[in-house]
């Protein structure tokens, strides 16, 4: 059953402190994609990438690192320096390439990281 | 600037259609798609169009207009269900070769008995 899968789904972070987020797809897609999701307004985009080895900055970057050192995965990390990480956190992936422009991406279920 | 526009919140009666509207300017198009979303779970893909006009797809239909920078998403027969958060999300041509979207700040659409 091919998806894509989110731990932990509830993440808390103390002061000063860095957390990871996983992302894990096993639909062969080449394009993964960070969003951040606030009460009330829509996805943001943070951080994108489109083959391994590589990945480019979104909207909202600041105070976020990623890694793309294999196809299935797209960890998140969520550093000190970001002051307000309290949000529903959502991977996503596409084909990617020329093959994506008619093609949607597809969600996992999300992490929802708050502050201790 | 890209913006895209959504009425935040639509209240309906189980059983009749709603519409809900998707205005927006961005840097070029390349297609904009519907997803449909429940509280605290992953949106799903309801949609997608590229050219004028209408793709209806069961109870949902998705209209666009490109020189109206205008779409809209139908619900027919609406059940309880249906009651979700609906985001509107458009490929402009600054993405490039690559699959990235703008999206809406979401309807949060609450169906009533």
């Known amino acids: 059953d091919g998806g894509i899968t989110q731990s932990p789904k509830y993440l808390f972070r103390k002061e000063g402190q860095n957390v990871t987020l996983s992302c894990e797809q096993n639909?062969?897609?080449?394009?993964m994609y960070w969003y951040r999701q606030d009460p009330g307004q829509g996805l943001r985009l943070i951080y994108y990438?489109?083959?391994?080895?590589?990945?480019q900055k979104g909207d909202i970057a600041e105070g976020y690192s990623v890694s793309r050192e294999k196809k299935e995965s797209f960890p998140l990390t969520v550093t000190s320096a970001q002051k307000n990480p309290t949000a529903f956190y959502l991977c996503?992936?596409?084909?990617?390439?020329?093959?994506?422009?008619?093609?949607?991406?597809?969600f996992g279920d999300g992490t929802r990281l708050s502050i201790l | 600037g890209q913006n895209i526009d959504q009425p935040t919140e639509m209240t309906a009666t189980e059983g009749a259609i709603v519409q809900i509207n998707c205005t927006y300017q961005?840097?070029?198009?390349?297609?904009l798609f519907w997803y449909q979303q429940h509280a605290g779970e992953a949106p799903t893909f309801l949609s997608y169009?590229?050219?004028?006009g209408l793709e209806e797809k069961g109870r949902f239909s998705s209209f666009l207009s490109r020189s109206k920078g205008y779409s809209y998403l139908l619900l027919k027969e609406l059940q309880m269900k249906d009651s979700a958060s609906y985001l509107c999300?458009?490929?402009?041509?600054?993405?490039?070769?690559?699959?990235?979207?703008?999206f809406g700040q979401g309807t949060t659409l609450q169906v009533k008995p």
């Open positions: 169009n590229v050219l004028d």
């Open positions: 639909l062969n897609h080449d394009a």
């Open positions: 990438s489109q083959i391994v080895n590589d990945f």
């Open positions: 996503a992936s596409s084909i990617g390439g020329g093959a994506s422009w008619s093609q949607p991406q597809h």
């Open positions: 961005t840097s070029g198009f390349n297609g």
């Open positions: 999300a458009v490929r402009g041509t600054l993405s490039g070769n690559t699959g990235k979207l703008i």
